[in-house]
Each structure stands twice: as structure tokens, then as C-alpha cells.
């Protein structure tokens, strides 16, 4: 039995599980955020009831030291060396990693490589990891990346149709990420449905603020929505998905936008916040169309036909489908987004139970009898896969 913290370090935020393994028990979560900023705070779950303190925290080195402290504190651990893996979510893992790594001098070289190809995620996530490593030197530290499912992706999926040297010189292609998502609700998927996963053409939409759709193909990523970056594919929370690129310079001149600029519109104010001109959150907007707000209605209706699309789009990539899969905030939690999504694919075999769909909890079948395509809802587990492959590559028992 051992104890291992899985790690999602953010630029101002740190979320982390305490999970027991290989039980797969989850003794403890919570997040420390605002860190560096004003207000910092620590929010752990301790025997389900939420505790909150104020530490002050300038950097995330003194984020994880208050972080250890509260565990010991509120003896959820009785010594910070009571944890004996660490497994860390890293973003971006560029075409050198296609698997999680045990994190060596040398891998943290490579990740700070790899991190201009991430520049928004990556250099937070490699604090997380040094910060880790001073406080517990001794300890077995594990990466494990988003884009690694997807590194299985053909070249004629993952190429740009850009100059080849590009891609030869600077990295430029399709990466792809939530990839450990993806992953997981795939495996999950098969094992529901009691079907080896080298039977199975499934696609996986994994519905957060940032969303993105793959074709799981034998149990294989065989293309998925985002790109390069994060900002690809369906349109999402704050950020815009595919757009023509022609329109970046035209915003900088029309605007007065630096291209940076224009990157940070469209990854933090656009999507259903920009559209609807009110919230990124999918709860706001679907309420005030209710409510009658014909832009928060357009901001929904720019969402959810993205995301049709791409199911027939990764059917006719596959040939076929067998199972679809929900996953992640909205993914999990709102019948409506599944049923729209969902509506008009009767022709290729796909009908849902409106019924089981409405009431969907958990890990739940929502396609009607006569369906030929199985379609759940399942919830995401990034925590667990980040434990796992630290005790496969920590080699801890
Ligand atoms: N009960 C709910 N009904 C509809 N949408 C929900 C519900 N709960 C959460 N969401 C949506 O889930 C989104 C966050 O998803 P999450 O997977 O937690 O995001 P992140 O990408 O930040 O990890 C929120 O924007 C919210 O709109
Ligand atoms: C890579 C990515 O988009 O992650 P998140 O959904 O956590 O923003
Ligand atoms: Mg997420």
C-alpha cells in the first residue's frame, strides 16, 4: 500500500489528491489558489467537510510547503515523508514523450525544451514539479503529459497543410490534449460496455471550460480537436476554437491588438463568453436563454453545432462508430448539451433515451434500445491515471 499525490499545477493555482494505492482511494483533495497573488488560500477536504486557511503564498514553492503543513496538520498524513510518489500533470509533452516519464535531471532539461510549445501551461507546471523535488528530494517524481495518448495520431491527421520544414525545424502540428481524459473514459468505456478496446471505434467528447473531442480508434487516439495549442477545435468556455487564421491580422489592424493581444481575445474572451457577451459558464448562459436573451441563444446554438459536427466528422474518419462517450463538467452534468449534440444522428444509428439522458448520475447508459451506438456519460479521472503510472514508473510498490 502506498500514498501518492497527484499534482494539476496552474499558473496561479495548484489542485492535488492524496489517493492510496493500489486500492485507488481517495484519502484527501483540495487546491491552493491565488497563489502569489492577493489573498492566497488553501481549501482541503478532510473527512468531507471543506477546510479553508489564509496562508501567505508568493510563489509555488511556499504554495506546496503550506500545502504539506495543512495535511500533517490536519493529520490526514503524520510526516510530509509519508508520501512516496508524486505524479505530476504536465500539459504539453511536444513529440518527445509519447508515455509518462519518471522525472530525471535530464526529463526536466527536455520539458523546459518542450515548454515554448505551451508557454500558457508548461512553465507552471515545471514549478510544481521543482518545488516538489526540493522538499521531497528523495521521492519518486512522475510526468504525466495530455498530449502522450494522442502521439498514436497519423501523419496525415497531425500535419498542418504549411511548408513540411515547419514542422521539421519548428514542431508545427497538430499535438492535441486532455489526452489523459480521453484515456481514461475510453478504457472506462470498453469495460462498461464488456467489450475488448481493440473492438471499439468510440468518440470521446470531454466537455470542461476547455473542451476538446477524440477518435478513439482500438483503443488508440486516432484524431482529436485541439491543435498546436489548447485554442483548436470546438468552441469552449473562454476560447473560440477553429477560426480562419486570416482573421488575426485583420483584428490587429482593425482592433490595434498586438498578435499577442488577439491570442489572449481569443483564448480568454472568446467562446461562450464572448458570443454571449456575459459568462463562460455554461449554467449563465443556458439560464438567461431560457430567460430569453437572444445572444446567450446564439452563444449556445455557436457551441453545440461545433461540437455535432465533429461527431460525424470522427465517424466518417473511422468508418463507423461504436460508442460515444460525455465526460467533464458539462460533459457530466447537463442532459441538454448531451441531447442536442446528440439530435439529428439517428441516420447513423445514434438515438438517446431523453429519459436516461435527464437522469443521468454517474457512470450511466443513455442511448435508447434501438440504438446501434452506445452512447454514456463518464465521469473523467485524471487523478487516478496521474496515481498509477506514478506507481508503474515510480516503481513504487
Ligand atoms: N450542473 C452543471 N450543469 C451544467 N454545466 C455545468 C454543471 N456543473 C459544471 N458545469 C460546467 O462545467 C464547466 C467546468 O468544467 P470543468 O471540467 O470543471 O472545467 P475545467 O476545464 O476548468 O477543468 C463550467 O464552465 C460549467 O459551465
Ligand atoms: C489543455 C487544456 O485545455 O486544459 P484545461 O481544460 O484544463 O484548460
Ligand atoms: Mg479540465
Redesign the pocket.
Known sequence: MSTIIAINAGSSSLKFQLLQMPEETIITKGVVERIGLETPFITVEVEGEKKTEYPSLQNHEEAVKALLNSLTKYDVITDVNDIEGVGHRVVHGGETFSDSVLITDQVLNELENVSELAPLHNPANIVGIKAFRDILPDVPSVAVFDTAFHQSIPKEKYLYGVPYEYYEKYGVRKYGFHGTSHKYVSQRMAELMDRPQNDLKIISC??????SITAVDHGISVDTSMGFTPLAGVM??TRSGNIDPALIPYLMEKTGQTAAEVIDTLNKKSG?LGVSGAS???????QQAEEGSERAQTALDVYLTRMHKYIGTYAASMDGVDAVIF????????A??REKVMEGLEFMGIQINKEKNGQASGETFIQSDSSRVAVAVVP?DEEVMIARDTVRLGQIQ
Open positions: 470531454h466537455i470542461g471550460n476547455g473542451a469552449m468556455g461562450l463562460s459558464d455554461l449554467r449563465d448562459v443556458v465526460t467533464a463538467g458539462v460533459g457530466e452534468n447537463s441538454l448539451v473523467t
